[in-house]
């Protein structure tokens, strides 16, 4: 399951102005995996996007990515 905090972390690590500063965890229950994205202050606009299509477009990719495995899995952008 960690190809999708890979994933994740990747595609954060891509949008940002500090990638050294991207922290992603994974925690994994029963049925769902919470990937977690912690991101610079300054750069959380950015992972975030207008209206949020940033990380909406991240979450769709992530949610058909685990669903490819046979997993459900949900993006929390963590201040």
């Known amino acids: 399951m960690s190809q999708l ?3 994740v972390e990747f595609m954060a690590k891509s949008i940002v102005d500090n990638p050294e500063e ?3 965890t994974e925690v994994a229950g029963e049925k769902t995996t919470v990937i977690e994205l912690r991101v610079a202050s300054e750069d959380l606009g950015k992972v975030i996007g ?3 299509r940033t990380a909406k477009a991240i979450r769709s990719i992530l949610s058909a990515s685990a669903a490819k495995m046979k997993k459900r899995a949900v993006l929390e952008i963590l201040e």
Do not use: A, E, S
Request: net charge positive; aromatic share 12%.
């Open 5 to 7: 905090k890979d994933f």
């Open 22 to 24: 991207v922290q992603v």
């Open 50 to 52: 207008k209206q949020g």
